[in-house]
Each structure stands twice: as C-alpha cells, then as structure tokens.
C-alpha cells in the first residue's frame, strides 16, 4: 500500500503563496488530487492531476490561482498556491484516484496526515 506524506504547509498573509508537496511511498500511476478541510467543514476537492500530469482539473474557488503538478520520477504531487485569501485555510491532503468520474472524497484513497495551511487577513 502506497504512503502518502504531505509537506509544505504554514501560515501566510493574504496574497502570499505556498507550495505544497505530496511524496508517495513508491510509484503511483493513479491520477493524484488535492482536496481541502477547513474547521467544520466537509473535505472538498481542489484540485487533480493526470497519471501523465497532462490533464488537470480545478475547484471554481481556486482556478487561476493554484497550479497541481507532478513528478513521477520523484514520486511526488505538488500544489502551487498563489494569491492566497483567508478562505483558503484548510488541512490539505494528497490522495490517489482509487475510481473513476467524480471529484468526490470517495473516488480517492490513501490519503496522506495533511498539512495545515493558514492564511491571515
């Protein structure tokens, strides 16, 4: 079973950035995503990435302003974070596609601890 361990996190005023990465225990050729917890609030999706790295897709909330990529010959996912707003403090986690069509929590697995992510105003 492939280990995720997500890094990166910290705390950060409005408009600065961060970037986040996700190191995977071995090689994954899953499509990799990036989802998001705030404090009493459901888990969402952020972002997704293709095994190739050559198809993504973003969250409306953060489109323009994050960027996923991936190395596969390091085995990790990255999250680029631009232009950070205060509604962007979350725990964010890295987990694999496990099924297909959705954005949803549950079309994703092995998921990483997080790293929490706090953008003051």
């Known amino acids: 079973q492939v280990q995720l361990v997500e890094s990166g996190g910290g705390v950060v005023q409005a408009g600065d950035s961060l970037r986040l990465s996700c190191a995977a225990s071995g090689r994954i050729f899953n499509a990799m995503g990036w989802f998001r917890q705030a404090p009493g609030k459901e888990r969402e999706f952020v972002a997704t990435i293709s095994w190739s790295g050559g198809s993504t897709y973003y969250a409306d909330s953060v489109k323009g302003r994050f960027t996923i990529s991936r190395d596969n010959a390091k085995n990790t996912v990255y999250l680029q974070m631009n232009s950070l707003k205060p509604e962007d403090t979350a725990v964010y986690y890295c987990?694999?596609?496990?099924?297909?069509?959705?954005?949803?929590?549950?079309?994703?697995?092995?998921w990483g601890q997080g790293t929490q992510v706090t953008v003051s105003s």
């Open positions: 987990a694999r596609r496990i099924y297909g069509g959705s954005y949803s929590v549950a079309d994703f697995g092995s």
